[in-house]
Nanobody, 118 residues
Framework: QVQLVESGGGLVQPGGSLRLSCAAS????????MGWYRQAPGKQRELVAT???????NYADSVKGRFTISRDNTRSTVSLQMNSLKPADTAVYYC????????????WGQGTQVTVSS
């Protein structure tokens, strides 16, 4: 069975940093594009960052230059280093694994809360 488990969320002050991690099991990790998405209260879930099996990354404009996504295929983990956090970053952050077999298949973690507040 496929399982994605996020960790590292919490409460931080504006300008602070957090590092989120996601541990994957039940998939051939190195073959998947991994990503982080987030959903704020009353808002639609949005893409934050992705990293492909070939280590190509892309970021939402709102986080570019502040967040860094990385993966460790040996440990089957993907991380999101978040710096210079803003109140607008407050959301539940979800780990995502995706692969294309004619159509794109997605797996999701249960999410971890990030709150940025003074």
């Amino acid at each position: 069975q496929v399982q994605l488990v996020e960790s590292g969320g919490g409460l931080v002050q504006p300008g602070g940093s957090l590092r989120l991690s996601c541990a994957a099991s039940g998939i051939i990790f190195s073959g998947y594009t991994m990503g982080w998405y987030r959903q704020a209260p009353g808002k639609q879930r949005e893409l934050v960052a992705t990293i492909t099996a070939g280590d190509r990354t892309n970021y939402a404009d709102s986080v570019k230059g502040r967040f860094t996504i990385s993966r460790d295929n040996t440990r089957s983990t993907v991380s999101l280093q978040m710096n210079s956090l803003k109140p607008a970053d407050t959301a539940v952050y979800y780990c995502n694994a995706q692969i294309q077999f004619g159509t794109t298949m997605h797996y999701w973690g249960q999410g971890t809360q990030v709150t940025v507040s003074s």
